[in-house]
């Protein structure tokens, strides 16, 4: 089944690289990105995992908490966590599942139902599992991304849209494309002129149906 926009998450217990997880108790009651790659040991995604891993501070300023998901075990996870951690410069102090039996990839429609790991497999045998997934505090998927096995994930554009969709969820309102924090924001279609003014002060009007205003955070 499908995972869409404002479906709650298929919830899992799963070993990982920091022990037994539940996957719903994990994520508390702050925002969460569960992010995953083909297979251990493998170029692109050493690069990722080392790029997540220097952006500690900054999911930790957006109460935000990381979990890679990887078809390899916890003992494989431990070798490889030391060469991310060599080319990354920096520690990987978040989980990695250890998802053998590809339920976690599955469940989130990473891969087909019928899909199982052969005899000598390479990462082309679980090459749709390079998902990215934001999960709101209320369990709910608020963004997912897919990206193809020869190209690298902009974790600076997940960070963006991280601060995008807090903002629109605190402030109730839209961001522009290519928007970051401190610029106008959109307000949405719904909100009448009237009321626009009584939550925001003022804005501009640009178009019969695009209005936008400061930043309000």
């Known amino acids: 089944m499908s995972l869409r926009i404002n479906d709650t998450v298929p919830n899992f217990t799963a070993e990982t690289s920091q022990g037994t997880v539940d996957f719903h108790d ?55 966590i030391k060469d991310i951690e060599s080319v990354g410069g920096a520690d990987v102090g978040f989980p990695i599942v250890a998802d053998e039996a590809l339920a976690v990839s599955k469940a989130y429609d990473m891969l087909p139902a019928e899909a199982y790991l052969p005899d ?41 849209a991280l601060d995008a969709l807090q903002a629109t969820a605190k402030h109730g309102i839209a961001t522009p494309a290519n928007w970051t924090h401190g610029q106008d924001v959109i307000i949405p279609a719904a909100v009448s002129d009237e009321d626009a003014i009584a939550k925001f002060g003022s804005f501009e009007k640009k178009l019969s149906y695009l209005r936008t205003t400061a930043d309000p955070s």
């Open 120 to 160: 000598g497999r390479t990462p082309n045998d679980t090459a749709t599992v390079r998902s990215v997934y934001i999960i709101g505090p209320d369990k709910q998927l608020k963004l997912s991304m897919t990206y193809p096995m020869t190209v690298g994930r902009n974790f600076a554009e997940i960070l963006r």
């Open 26 to 80: 994990w994520i508390g009651d702050g925002w969460a990105i569960l992010f995953s790659h083909p297979k251990d040991f493998t170029p692109v995604c050493t690069t990722e995992f080392g790029a997540v891993a220097q952006l500690a501070d900054e999911w930790a300023k957006r109460n935000t908490k990381v979990m890679g998901v990887s078809v390899d075990g916890v003992e494989d996870h431990a070798g490889w």
